[in-house]
Each structure stands twice: as C-alpha cells, then as structure tokens.
T-cell receptor
Framework: DAGITQSPRHKVTETGTPVTLRCHQTENHRYMYWYRQDPGHGLRLIHY???????DKGEVSDGYSVSRSKTEDFLLTLESATSSQTSVYFCATKGQHRDTQYFGPGTRLTVL | GENVEQHPSTLSVQEGDSAVIKCTYS??????FPWYKQELGKRPQLIIDIRSNVGEKKDQRIAVTLNKTAKHFSLHITETQPEDSAVYFCAGNNDMRFGAGTRLTVKP
C-alpha cells in the first residue's frame, strides 16, 4: 500500500465549515493526487502535486485548495464545505520514474 | 481534455465464464493504460497495465489488449471466480482520468 495514510478516515461536518484532509506518505514519492469518488462518476481528479509547493488543478477543483509544504504531506482543504462535497476522498502517490499510482485508504466526508 | 469512456457499467457472469470490459480514450498522447480493481469499502489497486508500445499483456487469468489506432483498450478476465466480484476502473491520460467503472458480479 506504499505507506499511504489518510486522516481523518471519517468526518461529518456542517455546511459552511472549513475542512482539511491530510494525506501522508512514507515512500518519498514525488507525485501526489487528490480524487473524489461518487457513484456513477468513478474517480475524478481534484488537484495534484508534482513536488513540494508545486500543485495544479484537476478536473473538479472548484471549492477545493491544496498545499504541499513537504514531500510526505499533501493537504486538501474545503474552505466552506457544501453538501455537494459529500464524497469519498482518495489520495494517491506515484514515484518519479514510475507510472503506477498507489491509493490511500480513503476518507468518507459527509456534509450536512 | 481527455475523455475516458468505460463499458459496460455493470456486468454479471456465471462462475467460470469470461468477462470483458472496454475503455475508449480521446487523447492521442496517452501512452499508459492501467486497470484497477476496487473491492467494496477498499481502495483501488492496480491489477494490470499496458504501455503503448505493446498490444497485449497477460497475467494469469487477466489480460489487457490495446488498439491505439481505434483508441480503445480492454480488460479480459477468464475462468471468473466469485472473488473477482468488484468494481473495475480503467484510466487514461497517463493515469489521471478514470472511467466511470464497471461493477462485475460473478455468480457461483
């Protein structure tokens, strides 16, 4: 599982509150990704990082921001959570000279 | 941007039968095509992948075929077993755009 952890694993919050999800890896992988998974949509890329302080938007980035201040941590922030952001969030990592992504265990977020 | 279409969305087979899932992509620059398996409540995990310089790759009961001209690639599972029941995802755009998934059910 490439030493990837996500925290928290489950969270229930209210509309309008800020939420931060953390992805931590111990593999020194250069690339890190945040996806959301919803029924009928598969996995959709929110943001990704190609190095410390280097990030870019994915397919569904509106309402989300990210930060990567060190190699091992990639944070996903919902500044003001909405019910449409209720989802399962997966972090993934990839080594610099590899093609394969390795996924974390996921975080189930419910916004009431 | 890249589109990845996956079919069918659900597939039910009898144990021992074969299953085939197909994905089409739009980005001609894509050169890496993985397939992931996700069991209920678990994370997606890579089961097989293929690169654009290869037409077919096999690993025991699973195989992937690639047709770059037609821009499609397929997952083949032979001699299916109940433990093959899961959701399968393809990906394109060098692993950043996923298909919507296929829920495979293998009936004993």
């Amino acid at each position: 599982d490439a030493g990837i952890t996500q925290s928290p694993r489950h969270k229930v919050t209210e509309t309008g509150t800020p939420v931060t999800l953390r992805c931590h890896q111990t593999e020194n992988h250069r690339y890190m990704y945040w996806y959301r998974q919803d029924p009928g949509h598969g996995l959709r890329l929110i943001h990704y990082s190609y190095g410390v302080k280097d990030t870019d938007k994915g397919e569904v980035s509106d309402g989300y921001s990210v930060s990567r201040s060190k190699t091992e941590d990639f944070l996903l922030t919902l500044e003001s959570a909405t019910s449409s952001q209720t989802s399962v969030y997966f972090c993934a990592t990839k080594g610099q000279h590899r093609d394969t992504q390795y996924f974390g265990p996921g975080t189930r977020l419910t916004v009431l | 941007g890249e589109n990845v279409e996956q079919h069918p969305s659900t597939l039910s087979v009898q144990e021992g039968d074969s299953a085939v899932i197909k994905c089409t992509y739009s980005d001609s620059a894509s050169n890496y095509f993985p397939w992931y398996k996700q069991e209920l409540g678990k994370r997606p995990q890579l089961i097989i992948d293929i690169r654009s310089n290869v037409g077919e790759k096999k690993d025991q009961r699973i195989a992937v075929t690639l047709n770059k001209t037609a821009k499609h690639f397929s997952l083949h599972i032979t001699e299916t077993q109940p433990e093959d029941s899961a959701v399968y995802f393809c990906a394109g755009n060098n692993d950043m755009r996923f298909g919507a998934g296929t829920r495979l059910t293998v009936k004993p």
